[in-house]
């Protein structure tokens, strides 16, 4: 057990703390869709408002900040398409109260309308990003978030895995502590990984191993099955001499499979890969299908896994304890391939195991399947939720203050 989760289990929240007459700045993870400047996709907004109506409710004045897509500091363009108005304007009409917005960032406006601000009420400064400034950590820019607040709230956990200005360099200004939003995420998935209700099973898929090692060599030992789905299965099947004809997989990754698979059989943990896989003629939704048990053809890549492989992977789901899910079974966004994904969300959903899906594909296949209430968490963030189930330390969340 790594000691970061059990002290990220022991952080303080805005419970913990008075917020009566105080400013409080929140950094929310507003990174949400635009298209034409009018939101596909207000769930990170939704998602905020818990923590955002404690800190008004509670006597706060509260100021919001965020990062919105990838703006560069000297293209005016790409700012126009990356300006948080829309959200402050979805927020006042979610939470049906004024919510105040400044153009302005760490100037004079921004700093004069968060003087003025009055308890219970609430405003959003411009995208954090739209300065080199944030992503860098550079402490003057900190400094001058930190010194619009009294206090320090951080709630995006999709990007505390960055070490940048507002999710990590203001914590050295002022008191910090999380919101709703990052103590669900640690309590749920710490807990999970900290004491798991067993048999624990950890699915994981994706086109990577290189992408999933740290997971994977995390949760070896603490699972008592690991599956394997995803273009990643065949760097492994390689890796034990099997034929895969021209799917994708990591040829200077073998000998890590070798290592992790001896690693598995010496823990006693069941491993399970693929034992048929729906393979294609081409990388094409309209390409010839066949379904291959052992090797694979040449001409051919598996693309899913095959019926089977479904069937052998629900079996392993069904009476679990615990099941963390990071990564699709096959090419999802193809209709033809996207079954292996669909019978593992299904499994899921209809076992009593608390289930974890690690944000990013498997998220938005769970979402899109409509099996998103059946599920215990559902991580909002990928890349964080990653890097939180390979052990390592969160800098959004390392920053801030301990009970």
Not at 261 to 289: R, S
Request: aromatic residues 6%.
């Amino acid at each position: 057990m790594s000691k970061s989760f059990m002290n990220y289990l022991n952080k303080k929240t805005i419970e913990d703390i008075d917020v009566n007459g105080k400013k409080v700045l929140v950094r929310c993870d507003f990174n949400v869709p635009l298209a034409d400047g009018v939101i596909t996709d207000d769930k990170r907004i939704r998602e905020s408002i818990p923590t955002i109506q404690y800190l008004a409710d509670h006597g706060a004045a509260v100021i919001l900040c965020s990062h919105l897509g990838r703006p560069k500091e000297d293209d005016e363009e790409s700012k126009k398409k990356a300006t948080l108005a829309p959200v402050a304007k979805r927020l006042a009409e979610l939470m049906g109260r004024e919510v105040k917005f400044t153009t302005d960032i760490v100037g004079d406006e921004a700093h004069a309308m968060a003087k003025a601000l009055k308890p219970g009420e609430i405003m959003v400064i411009e995208n954090v990003r739209f300065f080199k400034a944030e992503t860098k950590n550079d402490p003057e820019y900190a400094k001058k978030l930190a010194s619009l607040a009294d206090i320090y709230v951080n709630d995006a956990f999709g990007t505390a895995h960055r070490a940048h200005a507002s999710t990590a360099g203001v914590a050295d200004y002022l008191p910090a502590v999380c919101g709703y939003l990052i103590q669900k995420e640690i309590t749920i998935m710490g807990g999970a990984l900290a004491n798991p209700k067993r048999p624990f099973v950890a699915i994981l898929g994706g086109a990577k191993v290189s992408d999933k090692i740290g997971v994977i060599t995390n949760l070896i030992d603490k699972v008592d099955t690991l599956i394997i789905g995803g273009a990643m299965a065949y760097t492994f099947k390689a890796a034990m001499g099997v034929k895969i004809g021209d799917s994708k997989f990591e040829a200077d990754k073998e000998e890590l499979a070798k290592e992790i698979l001896k690693k598995a059989e010496a823990k006693g943990i069941k491993f399970l890969l693929p034992v048929d896989n729906i393979a294609a003629d081409a990388f094409d939704v309209n390409a010839n299908t066949k379904v291959f048990e052992g090797d694979i053809d040449d001409g051919w890549m598996g693309l899913d896994i095959g019926p089977k492989s479904q069937q052998l992977f629900a079996e392993a789901v069904k009476d679990a304890g615990t099941v963390v899910w990071n990564g699709p079974m096959g090419v999802f966004e193809m209709a033809p391939f996207a079954g292996g994904t669909i019978a593992v969300a299904k499994a899921i959903a209809e076992s009593n195991a608390i289930s974890i899906i690690g944000g990013g594909d498997s998220a938005a296949a769970v979402e899109q399947l409509g099996f998103a209430d059946k599920m215990t968490h559902i991580s909002t963030g990928g890349g964080a939720s990653l890097e939180f189930l390979e052990g390592l330390e969160l800098p959004g969340i390392a920053c801030l203050n301990d009970k």
